[in-house]
């Protein structure tokens, strides 16, 4: 199986400095990148997985509704 390998993304040279801190510890990956890497640590129970468990991320409102709804239908039988 071949891993899917991340790309840094620095920016333009010519492009003026984030207003915002924050804007320059962030990234923007595609979630299809990052579903196999973050399934690979979870099943190979990567300890270094829980520094983040905290972390915010960003997801459209769309994904959060259907997250939601995954949730609520998904509940284990008792």
Same mark, same amino acid.
């Given at each position: 199986m071949v891993k899917p390998h &991340? %790309?840094?993304h620095?920016? +333009?040279l010519d492009s003026p400095p984030a /207003? #915002?801190?924050a804007a320059c510890n962030s990234v923007q990956v595609p979630l299809g &990148?990052?579903?196999p *890497? &973050? /399934?690979d640590c979870l099943e +190979? #129970? %990567?300890t270094?997985? %829980?520094d983040f468990e905290d972390e915010s991320v960003t997801i459209s409102a769309d994904l959060y #509704? *259907? *997250?939601l709804a995954h949730q609520h239908f998904h509940r284990p039988s008792a």
């Open positions: &991340l %790309r840094l620095s920016g +333009s /207003a #915002d801190p &990148l990052v579903f *890497i &973050l /399934a +190979s #129970d %990567r270094w997985l %829980r #509704d *259907i *997250i």
